[in-house]
Nanobody
Framework: QVQLVESGGGLVQAGGSLRLSCAAS????????MGWYRQAPGKQRELVAA???????DFADSVKGRFTIARDNAKNTVYLQMNSLKPEDTAVYYC?????????WGQGTQVTVSS
C-alpha cells in the first residue's frame, strides 16, 4: 500500500510564493516518477511538474520559469516550489507517484492566489 501525504497549500497574493511537500510511504520502488497535478474548478486535472528518480523533469508550459520541482529520494519526498504565483494557478494540487505501471494520488491541497 502506498500513501502520499501533502502539505504546504494555502492562500497567497499574486506574485507570492508557496512550497508544497509530498511524502510517500509504503511499497515504493526506487525507480519511479513523482510529481504534481492540479485541478481548477470546471477544468480537467493537468500535469504541473514531475521528476523521475533519474532526475529528468517535465513542466507544464504555463509554469515554466516560475515553478521548480525537487526530490529527496532518501526521504521519498517531492517538493514543488511555486514562485510568481498568478490567480490562474488557483487549484487543488495533487501529489502523484507513478511506479511499475500504477499511479497513486495524494488527497490534494488547496492553493488559492488572490489578485
Amino acid at each position: 500500500q502506498v500513501q502520499l501525504v501533502e502539505s504546504g497549500g494555502g492562500l497567497v497574493q499574486a506574485g507570492g510564493s508557496l512550497r508544497l511537500s509530498c511524502a510517500a510511504s509504503g511499497s515504493i520502488f526506487s525507480i519511479n516518477t513523482m510529481g504534481w497535478y492540479r485541478q481548477a474548478p470546471g477544468k480537467q486535472r493537468e500535469l504541473v511538474a514531475a521528476e523521475t528518480s533519474g532526475g529528468n523533469t517535465d513542466f507544464a508550459d504555463s509554469v515554466k520559469g516560475r515553478f521548480t520541482i525537487a526530490r529527496d529520494n532518501a526521504k521519498n519526498t517531492v517538493y514543488l516550489q511555486m514562485n510568481s504565483l498568478k490567480p490562474e494557478d488557483t487549484a487543488v494540487y495533487y501529489c502523484n507517484l507513478y511506479v511499475i505501471g500504477k499511479m497513486f494520488w495524494g488527497q490534494g491541497t488547496q492553493v488559492t492566489v488572490s489578485s
